[in-house]
């Protein structure tokens, strides 16, 4: 029986391991942590149910038959969730869903929408790799980059759009340039910019999923894979419990442990991975009286603003069994590129600040609960030359039969991306003979 070894049980890792035992492999996890799940990590306390990580799957309907393939049932996000707000000059203000909400809302000047309006007429850039800003601005006008893809991208990767590049970190819309030489004409014809699918949770949580995946997996916890080099035609792992050796290995740790891991297999990737920016972030989870949350999906705070938090989810109004009776459960999220210092702020500082930023912005009264997470590296920024680590960890898989990277700083970061991903890894191993097709 084919044994494969896969370093990190992420989500990456775990639904990777499901597939290939599935395909009859036999498949050992090594996991750092004393839980499997990564970045997925679902708490009670206090009768809240809440996420320390990812609150939401976009699942898609390959996503939704894999769930099917599972037993699971997911659960999809109440239909207020389509409603969206943006904090602008002390107000909420709902994000337009259609282009005549978009022409009466008061979210952008009349100034900025008619900047909008010329976007069909603005020709693709010829030139270099562009920012996400430089791209929104060039096409769209600074005030649509503020107010609205700005407040997005710290959403998705609590990122600095002047940092990140249009190509890999939001390549729909870059695809849409290059395909239609307009994002409107481009969004007309195929009839959504957005990315597709329903967004989805467990009854409890996203542990369900992870929970699901390890059952008939054999994670090892609480075990570190210290260190990879070749023997012969496989590899040789240092665990903390002594050394394993497989013919097949899969790393799908971080950028920055990854390249820990291949400095002895490749000292030139292993730099390169050690580059990728990772930023910080604080989760606070605040059960609140019930009466000041509206419906919808939560709420994002352009850096315009002034204030610390740069989004809200309204976690208790898209499932139900988040919060007890007559509460509402809150997931705040502060820090990312543009304010990396939250992270060394004491829980009681963080406390305080989303404590007065959500009587200002939602006119809650002081929690009833507070839970704060600091994640150090949170996620991966796709910044400007990314194609340089995609290219490196291409070239390596090539270079390295037996070896594969996945995770989610190779082919988006979102859980969705890292499950289709998964399946693009094990395309990989059956077009190198690895596995019966
Ligand atoms: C706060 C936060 C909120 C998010 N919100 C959303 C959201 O709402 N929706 C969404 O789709 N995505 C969201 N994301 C992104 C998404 O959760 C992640 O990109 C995804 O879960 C990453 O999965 P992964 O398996 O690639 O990596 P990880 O989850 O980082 O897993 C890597 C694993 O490798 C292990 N590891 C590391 N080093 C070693 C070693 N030497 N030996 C053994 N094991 C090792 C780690 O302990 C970890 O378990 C969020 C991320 C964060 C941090």
């Not at 695809?175 to 910019?193: M, N, P, T």
């Not at 740069?310 to 543009?338: H, N």
Request: charged residues 30%; proline residues 5%; contains cysteine.
């Amino acid at each position: 029986m084919k044994r494969v070894v896969i370093v990190g049980s992420g989500i990456s890792g775990l639904s990777l391991a499901f597939r290939l035992k599935r395909r009859g492999c036999e498949v050992t996890l090594y996991e750092k942590e004393g839980e499997a799940g990564g970045n997925i990590r679902t708490r009670s306390e206090s009768g809240y149910l809440f996420e320390l990580g990812p609150q939401t799957i976009l699942a898609d309907e390959k996503i939704l038959t894999f769930f099917r393939e599972l037993d699971l049932k997911p659960l999809r996000a109440e239909p207020s969730s389509k409603n969206r707000f943006i904090y602008r000059d002390g107000r909420l203000v709902p994000l337009p869903l259609n282009p005549v909400a978009f022409l009466t809302s008061p979210l952008l000047s009349l100034k900025a929408k008619l900047r909008v309006l010329k976007e069909p007429w603005i020709p693709p850039s010829a030139g270099e790799e562009e920012s996400v800003a430089d791209f929104v601005r060039r096409r769209l006008g600074a005030e649509f980059l503020d107010y609205i893809v700005a407040p997005f991208v710290s959403g998705v990767y609590a990122g600095d759009p002047e940092q990140l590049s249009v190509r890999y970190a939001t390549r729909k819309v870059y695809a849409l340039e290059r395909e239609f030489g307009s994002l409107i004409r481009g969004a007309l014809k195929k009839k959504a910019l957005g990315p597709g699918g329903v967004l989805i949770s467990f009854e409890g949580g996203l542990r369900e999923l992870v929970e699901r995946l390890s059952q008939e997996l054999e994670v090892r916890k609480s075990c570190s894979v210290l260190s990879v080099r070749r023997k012969g035609e496989g590899f040789l792992l240092e665990t903390c419990r002594g050394e394993d050796e497989t013919e097949t290995l899969v790393l799908s740790c971080p950028a920055y442990t990854t390249a820990s891991l291949l400095a002895e297999i490749s000292g030139g990737a292993s730099r390169a991975f050690e580059e990728i920016d990772y930023v910080p972030l604080v989760v606070v989870n605040v059960g609140v009286k019930s009466g000041r949350v509206p419906e919808g999906f939560g709420l994002l705070v352009p850096r315009r603003e002034g204030k610390r938090i740069l989004g809200v989810i309204f976690s208790s109004k898209l499932f139900p069994g988040r919060a007890p009776e007559g509460r509402d459960l809150l997931t705040v999220y502060l820090g990312g590129a543009t304010d990396r210092e939250v992270i060394d702020l004491s829980e009681e500082e963080v406390t305080d600040i989303v404590v007065r930023e959500l009587k200002d912005i939602l006119n809650t009264e002081d929690p009833e609960f507070v839970h704060v997470q600091k994640w150090r590296r949170a996620i991966p920024q796709y910044g400007i030359g990314y194609g340089r680590y995609l290219n490196l960890a291409s070239e390596l898989e090539k270079s390295h039969r037996g070896l594969y990277l996945t995770g989610n700083y190779l082919s988006g970061v979102s859980v969705a991306d890292c499950l289709r991903n998964s399946e693009e890894v094990l395309r990989r191993m059956e077009e190198a003979g690895e596995l019966p097709r």
